[in-house]
């Protein structure tokens, strides 16, 4: 009864077209705006081409090790992780809210496809999520 069940659940073809994902988080699907369900290569696609758009996106913030001398690096990913920017700078700026709470205020810059990002962070640890907006162009 549980086979059936494991196997029928592997077996299901989303609306993309491919078998559900598997990854190290899970084994699953997102699903898009429209409410479709894809695997997460083509969640990372969609995210690709919803971002050269010039739309929001929502990315999480990770660290990842690179493999010379183990230089640590911070990477912008979206939910499965399948798509991976490069974060090229991190700006930290401490200030303090009215009622003298110290606020730790993240921003993280990157590019793609030419176009620069930013985001801020509110914690600075890996799995931080935040909104990423395009920079205007300075002209
Ligand atoms: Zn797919």
Known sequence: MIDQLLQSQTDTVLDCGHPKSTSKIST?????K???????DCCAKNDKIWMDCGNHQVLYLVESKGNYQNTKYYEATNW???????VSDIKR???FSPKG????RITVYFTLNNRKWSGTVGNF???SCFVARPLKEKK
């Not at 699953?28 to 898009?32: K, L």
């Open 93 to 95: 700026k401490f200030k």
């Open 34 to 40: 429209d409410g479709k369900t894809l695997c997460y």
């Open 28 to 32: 699953g699907y997102a699903t898009d």
């Open 125 to 127: 640890s890996t799995g």
């Open 101 to 104: 709470f110290p606020i730790d």
């Open 80 to 86: 499965p992780g399948t798509l991976r920017i490069h």
